[in-house]
């Protein structure tokens, strides 16, 4: 007998014997990890990565419909919104959301994370859970409960951990810290927008226009809320100012870092003015920046929406 077969290879079978190579113990590879999310997640437009995809929402102008991402889509919905034509958003279809995880699966990811604006607000988690069972890896679609940069803030945590190479319960972690970590705040100059789109309940909007009273939103348990109700939109700007800095003193007190998001549609000088006044806070975030908001949200609270989203993770 040759090989392993004789006494020899009994042997080495048996005692290793010097020069003989010890095989390495196998790699345990990680599944790769790709990240969706979409449109309403309002993140920032130099924020890219290659695990990341994001799904344009539908946009309904007036009759014609526009994907976010549209060269057009903008200056068409802002001529819109002032002069009172119809806006309507829609979700993407399950379909679009099956050719994406069909494509990442295709390109060798082994898990997928979807993470979507609340269900609250859009059927979109619906459409995507529909897609998620059609295709031939496992898709984790979570409903973030809530909009813009505090589901962005979420979104940018998940890429970074899969980045790194956290396990899928790692970041699905992350990802659900985040999303408890986040603070919407928000004015509108007239809920009109927001109460045609079935986005906040008739009596708020009844508050806002029939009193003249300029309430200050937020978001919570997925549904759009009024916070506090203020008598003039100076004064409710003023007034979110302080709640923005509260808020900020309240995290650094439990010794948490803060971020800052300010979204704005119509009135960039607005938005350059509240940032300043973020940064010179008596207590400011460690980061704070403008991300334009996105048409599909644009479209619910109209012209003249400034709002800031507070994060922070021990």
């Known amino acids: 007998m040759t090989g392993s077969e004789g006494p020899l290879g009994w042997l080495r079978a048996k005692l290793r014997l010097p020069g003989d190579r010890q095989s390495a113990p196998s790699a345990v590879v990680e599944p790769r990890l790709a990240v969706v999310t979409d449109s309403a997640a309002a993140l920032p437009a130099g924020f890219r990565s290659e695990l990341l995809t994001v799904v344009p929402m539908p946009v309904m102008?007036?009759?014609?419909?526009?994907?976010?991402?549209?060269?057009?889509?903008?200056?068409?919905?802002?001529?819109?919104?002032?002069?009172?034509?119809?806006?309507?958003?829609?979700?993407p279809s399950p379909g679009h959301f099956e050719r994406v995880y069909q494509g990442l699966a295709d390109q060798g990811y082994q898990q997928i994370l979807s993470v979507h604006i609340s269900a609250?607000?859009?059927?979109?988690?619906?459409?995507?859970?529909?897609?998620?069972?059609?295709?031939?890896?496992?898709?984790?679609?979570?409903?973030?409960?809530?909009?813009?940069m505090a589901q962005g803030f979420a979104v940018q945590a998940a890429v970074?951990?899969?980045?790194?190479?956290?396990?899928?319960?790692?970041?699905?972690?992350?990802?659900?810290?985040q999303l408890q970590s986040s603070k919407v705040f928000f004015y509108v100059p007239s809920l009109e927008q927001?109460?045609?789109?079935?986005?906040?309940?008739?009596?708020?909007?009844?508050?806002?226009?029939v009193l003249a009273i300029k309430p200050i939103l937020s978001v919570a348990n997925g549904q759009v809320v009024p916070l506090e109700r203020v008598r003039s939109s100076a004064k409710a700007i003023a007034r979110m100012?302080?709640?923005v800095a509260q808020e900020i003193i309240d995290r650094k007190a439990q010794k948490v870092q803060c971020q800052a998001?300010?979204?704005?549609?119509?009135?960039?000088?607005?938005?350059?003015?509240?940032?300043d006044r973020v940064r010179a806070m008596p207590v400011p975030p460690e980061l704070a920046f403008i991300s334009d908001l996105p048409a599909v949200l644009a479209a619910h609270v109209g012209l003249g929406?400034?709002?800031?989203?507070?994060?922070?993770?021990?």
């Open 61 to 91: 102008v007036d009759g014609e419909i526009f994907d976010e991402g549209d060269p057009e889509l903008l200056s068409t919905l802002s001529l819109a919104l002032a002069a009172g034509k119809p806006v309507k958003t829609s979700r």
């Open 194 to 209: 927001l109460r045609r789109g079935g986005r906040i309940g008739a009596a708020a909007s009844w508050f806002g226009t």
């Open 261 to 275: 998001a300010v979204h704005h549609f119509g009135n960039p000088d607005q938005a350059e003015n509240l940032l």
């Open 241 to 243: 100012d302080e709640l």
């Open 160 to 177: 970074r951990a899969a980045e790194r190479g956290d396990d899928f319960e790692q970041v699905l972690a992350i990802v659900n810290q």
């Open 120 to 148: 609250e607000l859009s059927g979109t988690v619906e459409a995507a859970r529909l897609a998620a069972g059609r295709v031939e890896v496992p898709v984790h679609v979570l409903d973030s409960r809530t909009v813009a």
């Open 305 to 314: 929406v400034l709002a800031v989203v507070i994060t922070g993770v021990e």
